[in-house]
Structures are given as structure tokens and as C-alpha cells.
């Protein structure tokens, strides 16, 4: 299965949101029709992390913490499946927007603000984030992270998508 990175889907409601400073799409090309449903998807990237990703993430909370940002610790799975199912909030991510083949979810720190979006698109998924920056923190930071992100981003796509028999 080949993750690789893509234009913003043009349909997509988070190719078109406005004063974002950083975006990045990655899709998944399936090979035959699937029924997938984006909350779906959006729980499976929250919680099932591979062991080496949960290690990453509780590093960057014990190095961002001091800062006063907030720590993503472990996910409630019943309470992120509720808010994607009622469009609300869980822990530190709120549901941005929702369609049948589209869930947004926005991560709002003092530093910046994210949204990632799955987008099913017939036989193609799509992963997208967008930042924006809240300020001089927040360009500092994902600057460090970047190279990260999208190591991270590409990872868990594909382990998501081979755990569901693609």
C-alpha cells in the first residue's frame, strides 16, 4: 500500500479554510470500493497508536509541558467516538465539521491551532493538517516538529489503513 503526498482535495471543506500557515495532504489510493466512514478512521488514528508513537508523544509532552501547552495524555476511545458521532468534544480536539465523507477535528493551543481531516473521496482517503500559528511559540514549534509530522503522519496512515485490510 503506497501513502503519498497529494494536493488538497479540491471538495474537501479543509482545503478551503482561510489564514492557515502550514498544509500538507497525504492520500491512499484503495484498490477496490470500500464503504469507510471518515469517523472511522479519525478514532482508529487517535487510538491505535503503534508503541513507538505513544513513546514519541509522551516525550513531546514531558518537553512542552513546561510551557504551559497542553499534553494529549491517552484518549478515552467511548468519549472521541461520541464526540465524532455528535459533532462535540473530547479532551484537547473538538469536531471542526462533518460529512458523510468528511470529519474535521481542531486542536486549539495557546501556541497554534491544528485541524486534521479525513477525507474519503470514492477510492481515495486523504489525511490533511493544517496550522495555523498563534504566535512566535507556535512557528518555533512546529518548525521543530515538522520533519516529525510527517514521518508520524505517513506512519500512522499506513498502519491504520493495513489494520483495516487495505
Known amino acids: 500500500m503506497k501513502i503519498e503526498k497529494s494536493p488538497l482535495p479540491e471538495n474537501s471543506a ?11 495532504s497525504f492520500r491512499c489510493r484503495l484498490p477496490k470500493a470500500a464503504a469507510i466512514r471518515p469517523d472511522d478512521l ?17 516525550v513531546r509532552n514531558l518537553l512542552v509541558k513546561p510551557f504551559g501547552l497542553k499534553t494529549g495524555e491517552d484518549v478515552d476511545t467511548e468519549a472521541l467516538r461520541e464526540a465524532l458521532e455528535t459533532g462535540g468534544s473530547c479532551h484537547i480536539m473538538s469536531v471542526a465539521e462533518k460529512t458523510p465523507r ?11 491551532k491544528a485541524w486534521l481531516s479525513v477525507y474519503v473521496e470514492e477510492r ?6 493544517l496550522v495555523r500559528y498563534h504566535n ?3 512557528v518555533a514549534y512546529f518548525t521543530l516538529i515538522r520533519p516529525f509530522h510527517k514521518l508520524v503522519v505517513k506512519s500512522l496512515f499506513r498502519s491504520v489503513m493495513q489494520k483495516r485490510g487495505f
Not at 479543509?14 to 500538507?24: E, F
Not at 479519525?42 to 509522551?58: K, V, Y
Not at 468528511?102 to 497554534?112: C, G, M, R, W, Y
Not at 481515495?124 to 493538517?129: A, H
Open 14 to 24: 479543509a482545503a478551503h479554510y482561510p489564514n492557515v500557515d502550514y498544509s500538507d
Open 42 to 58: 479519525m478514532l482508529a488514528f487517535w487510538t491505535t497508536m503503534p508503541g513507538w508513537l505513544r513513546l514519541l508523544f509522551r
Open 102 to 112: 468528511e470529519t474535521v477535528i481542531s486542536l486549539d493551543d495557546k501556541h497554534l
Open 124 to 129: 481515495t482517503v486523504y489525511l490533511i493538517t
Open 136 to 138: 512566535k511559540l507556535g
